[in-house]
């Protein structure tokens, strides 16, 4: 578990965090959004133990990040951005040394290593230099050293940072089997991602809270949302169609693709209607889709509106 | 296994995975004879002792050991290991140290390495064996001083370069304290306390004093606070510059 309380860090009159107060649970994994220098990094570097923060308070599992720092360090797993490693040394021998700090029990020692080795698949590259690897096997690597001691609490971030769209995957579904019993927060800018492995989100912008909800309630807040999507051989028939049904509020044509997008008055269901009204009028439809939202779009819209507020204020 | 054993263990084994270990052992080693035969006159002096090895110390570590204590914090920084290592269940302090007497222990190792002067003295003549056993640890205790300084410096910069001169600076400062070089810029305006204060830091009149083997408190004391001093002013550098 990790709870924070007005957590806040400043250099001189700069604010890179400005009291951030969350609590995640076991079995939730929290994804952290927004631009960069929006305070992602630091709030987790703060929660790690890596900085101290200038205000307010951070718990690990009921440890306190300040006064019961060893203990809440203990308890947790950390990949810092850029997953560092000492390049110098085999993989075997940086995990090994990793399980030796974190003090894991030389009854289980073996079995973690293997469980971390396999799970990232390193066994190929064991015995190589961390230098020689390529970014996608140091990323694994500075993962598997996070997880080696079975961490109750994991802090990833930027985890898939510079992946291939298949380690991407294996990365999250890496993080998905772990997120049973375990409190994870992963930062990203990746917007799929968040659908892929969060069941929470949290976009930070110039430091503070703007939004915390599942990412399916963000989805909702998106003019995009429940709004109906289509491509026709007959563009102005089926904008012609669309016009006359109700509930529509504005129909919008993508001038590259042609893509002709009706969306709903507040709180209507168009989709069937607007179905009706196409088989009505005989309109060939190539494909017509039901959207559910465009995270971009509320990222943008959430994290740009504050920014354009505090300009004008 | 305490936190210090873990750090102590990497790091001196991460000098010797890179050639930077056995460079410098054989430059130390070269040099250090090539001062005692052909500066110090080991043979011309007739002497069966290691005062013309010993004498040159100060000179070569001033070189020599702020090429080892630069990367120490420097190169943590900047690769960003610094975060990784301070989220393991560590303190600062055991950190600190334990990088420092890693450094120490690989600087140990090549002092050791100069042992076969020690046995052609011994070959030659009938040398006071409890003098070259104290310039030895006066010799390993001035290195972790300059270590300790060489830690601290390279804790404030990113750039190993930048950590290498500081040092190389402050160390020839600490070492000449006790000469005219550094004593006149005090002496026109500073009260004869301090100057006096400033002399009794040097590192040679405490070398000097060891290596003829009067292994006295006071000596000893100096160069274990100066240590002390200078590792303490690491992790207060460490925790300030951490976050840029």
Redesign the interface.
């Known amino acids: 578990m990790i709870e924070t309380h007005a957590l806040g860090k400043r250099?001189g009159e700069f604010t890179a965090v400005d009291g951030i107060t969350f609590k995640v649970e076991p079995g939730q994994v929290l994804g952290f959004l927004g631009p960069n220098g929006a305070g992602k990094s630091t709030t987790m570097?703060m929660i790690?133990?890596?900085?101290?923060p200038t205000s307010g308070t951070a718990k690990v599992c009921g440890f306190d990040i300040a006064s019961q720092?060893?203990e809440a360090?203990?308890v947790?797993g950390?990949l810092?951005?850029?997953a560092?490693?000492?390049?110098?040394?085999s993989v075997r021998?940086f995990l090994d040394?990793?399980a030796?700090?974190?003090?894991v029990d030389r009854s289980v020692r073996d079995r973690r290593l293997d469980d971390a080795i396999g799970r990232l698949q390193l066994e190929a590259v064991l015995e190589q230099?961390i230098d020689t690897l390529s970014k996608g096997f140091k990323r694994r690597v500075g993962l598997a050293?996070a997880i080696v001691h079975d961490p109750k609490v994991l802090i990833l971030d930027e985890p898939t940072d510079g992946l291939d769209p298949n380690q991407k995957h294996e990365v999250r579904t890496l993080i998905n089997a772990m997120s049973r019993d375990k409190t994870i927060i992963v930062s990203t800018h990746v917007l799929e991602e968040v659908h892929a492995v969060c069941n929470r989100a949290i976009i930070i912008a110039r430091g503070r809270i703007l939004a915390d909800a599942t990412p399916a309630e963000l989805e909702a807040r998106s003019r995009y949302h429940q709004a109906v999507s289509l491509t026709a051989g007959n563009l102005m028939a089926a904008r012609e169609a669309l016009s006359r049904v109700p509930d529509v509020a504005a129909i919008e044509v993508d001038a590259q693709d042609g893509r002709l997008t009706a969306f709903p008055k507040p709180g209507r269901q168009i989709f069937t209607a607007v179905s009706d009204a196409l088989r009505e009028q005989n309109i060939v439809v190539r494909e017509l889709a039901l959207e559910g939202g465009r995270l971009d779009e509320v990222f943008r819209t959430i994290t740009q509106g504050t920014a354009a507020k505090e300009a004008t204020a | 296994?305490s936190?210090i054993t873990?750090?102590f263990k990497?790091e001196l084994?991460?000098y010797f995975?890179?050639p930077v270990a056995y460079v410098f052992i054989v430059i130390f080693l070269v040099l250090s004879s090539a001062f005692t035969f052909y500066l110090g006159n080991f043979y011309e002096r007739g002497q069966a002792d290691l005062m013309p090895f010993f004498n040159f110390h100060p000179w070569l570590y001033l070189f020599l050991v702020p090429a080892v204590s630069m990367r120490l914090w420097s190169e943590e920084r900047k690769?960003?290991?610094i975060?990784?290592l301070?989220?393991?269940?560590?303190?600062m302090w055991q950190a600190v140290v334990g990088k420092f007497l890693a450094a120490w222990a690989f600087i140990g190792i090549a002092l050791a390495l100069t042992f076969p002067l020690w046995i052609t003295v011994t070959y030659l003549g009938n040398p006071d064996h409890g003098v070259i056993v104290a310039s030895y640890i006066g010799s390993m205790l001035m290195a972790g001083a300059f270590l300790s300084i060489g830690s601290c410096i390279s804790a404030s910069t990113r750039n190993q370069v930048v950590a290498f001169i500081l040092t190389v600076v402050v160390c020839f400062a600490l070492v000449m304290a006790g000469f005219p070089l550094v004593l006149d810029a005090f002496r026109a305006w500073a009260p004869q306390g301090l100057v006096d204060a400033i002399a009794g830091l040097s590192f040679l009149t405490h070398f000097a004093s060891i290596s003829k083997g009067v292994i006295d408190l006071r000596d000893l004391l100096y160069f274990l606070l100066m240590i002390g001093f200078w590792l303490y002013a690491s992790a207060i550098v460490i925790?300030l510059k951490?976050?840029d």
């Open positions: 250099y570097k790690a133990g890596f900085l101290a720092a060893l360090k203990r947790l950390y810092p951005e850029g560092p490693s000492y390049g110098e040394m021998q040394f990793i030796d700090m974190r003090g230099p050293q | 296994m936190a873990g750090v990497r084994r991460s995975a890179t690769s960003g290991t975060e990784l301070l989220t393991l269940p560590i303190t925790d951490k976050a």
